[in-house]
């Protein structure tokens, strides 16, 4: 039973527009959640994170938002470049685990 | 990708082999991480060490053995490897934050493994 899940296998979007990349939970546990990043024949990078207490956090061009009700968040990206293009992961964790919990990422292409 | 380091990077094995992948990383974190990443799957945890001296199982364990030598190494150890076993290994370590503050993982480059 997937615990995190991103619907979304792939997301393509033109320069400078926005993107946005979804994911639902159904750990109602989870309290701290965040994006990573991946690169082809890299490892993933930390990218931003929200914990349960705010709907919303933002760094440069990166948003996140929480939903807690519905069990969803959403990452925006804007604007869109094409360094930008890379895997997204989505990852929950629940206070006092060890255990990231990741979603099967999107790929996100940014046409130039 | 700064501070931990996997070895070795690509490796091909024959059914039923033994190998060791190796993971250390120089920022003190007490916790360390094995994760395999197949296509359309994500990053699974495989086993884990909260601080030295401790291991447990995370998601997809079987097959696979760890050892925590000391704070800053964690290795992962195929003893009869499987072609089910073929995948991209990360390893990772976190410095556990306070509850809602940042808590990150960073995760070493890969470890590219094919078993035939």
């Known amino acids: 039973d997937q615990q995190v899940k991103q619907n979304s296998p792939s997301l393509s979007v033109q320069e400078g527009r926005i993107s946005i990349l979804n994911c639902d939970y159904t750990n109602s546990m989870f309290d701290y959640f965040l994006w990573y990043k991946k690169y082809p024949a890299e490892g993933p990078t930390f990218l931003i994170s929200?914990?349960?207490?705010?709907d919303k956090n933002e760094d440069g061009r990166f948003t996140v938002f929480l939903n807690k009700s519905a069990k969803h968040l959403s990452l925006h990206i804007v604007p869109s470049q094409p360094g930008d293009s890379a895997v997204y992961f989505c990852a929950a964790i629940q206070g006092g685990s060890e255990k990231l919990v990741f979603g099967k990422g999107t790929k996100l292409t940014v046409n130039p | 990708n700064a501070g931990v380091t996997q070895t070795p990077k690509f490796q091909v094995l024959k059914t039923g082999q033994s190998m060791t992948l190796q993971c250390a990383q120089d920022m003190n974190h007490n916790s360390m991480y094995w994760y395999r990443q197949d296509p359309g799957m994500g990053l699974r945890l495989i086993y884990y060490?909260?601080?030295?001296?401790?291991?447990d199982k995370g998601e997809v364990p079987n097959g696979y053995n760890v050892s925590r030598l000391n704070k800053r190494e964690f290795s992962l150890r195929l003893e009869s490897a499987a072609p089910s076993q073929t995948s991209v290994y990360f390893c990772?370590?976190?410095?556990?934050?306070?509850?809602?503050?940042?808590?990150?993982?960073?995760f070493g480059e890969g470890s590219w493994l094919t078993v035939v």
């Open positions: 060490s909260a601080s030295e001296g401790t291991t």
């Open positions: 990772a370590s976190r410095k556990p934050g306070q509850r809602y503050s940042g808590n990150t993982i960073y």
């Open positions: 929200i914990s349960s207490i705010k």
